[in-house]
Nanobody
Framework: QVQLAESGGGLVQAGGSLRLSCAAS????????MGWFRQAPGKEREFVAA????????YYEGSVKGRFTISRDNDKNTVYLQMNNLKPEDTAVYYCNAAPTSTYDRSDRMKLWGKGTLVTVSS
């Protein structure tokens, strides 16, 4: 059974940076797209970024484009989210997820999930 474990969250001031990591265990996720969603207090979980197995097609939610970078190391079965120029509105629990590339979309359905890591951005 696949398990996803996030790390790297924490408290940072606005304008700062954090790097989240998500390590997958249980099997190699070839042919899977891996991504990140986030859920702010009182809001629904929303798509942030995703990347295919080959790494050649990363895509982002509009508000993070240009500030966040998703990458993956398939040898380590790990996906990363580098977050720069963080804003208070980026405060949320960030969830790693994975699904077959053929079915991956921006909804929160039909995906494997980690337990999340909290990112807090102070103003």
């Amino acid at each position: 059974q696949v398990q996803l474990a996030e790390s790297g969250g924490g408290l940072v001031q606005a304008g700062g940076s954090l790097r989240l990591s998500c390590a997958a265990s249980g099997r190699t996720l070839n042919s899977y797209t891996m991504g990140w969603f986030r859920q702010a207090p009182g809001k629904e979980r929303e798509f942030v970024a995703a990347i295919t197995w080959s790494g050649g097609r990363p895509y982002y939610e509009g508000s993070v484009k240009g500030r966040f970078t998703i990458s993956r190391d398939n040898d380590k079965n790990t996906v990363y989210l580098q977050m720069n120029n963080l804003k208070p509105e980026d405060t949320a629990v960030y969830y790693c997820n994975a699904a077959p590339t053929s079915t991956y979309d921006r909804s929160d359905r039909m995906k494997l999930w980690g337990k999340g890591t909290l990112v807090t951005v102070s103003s």
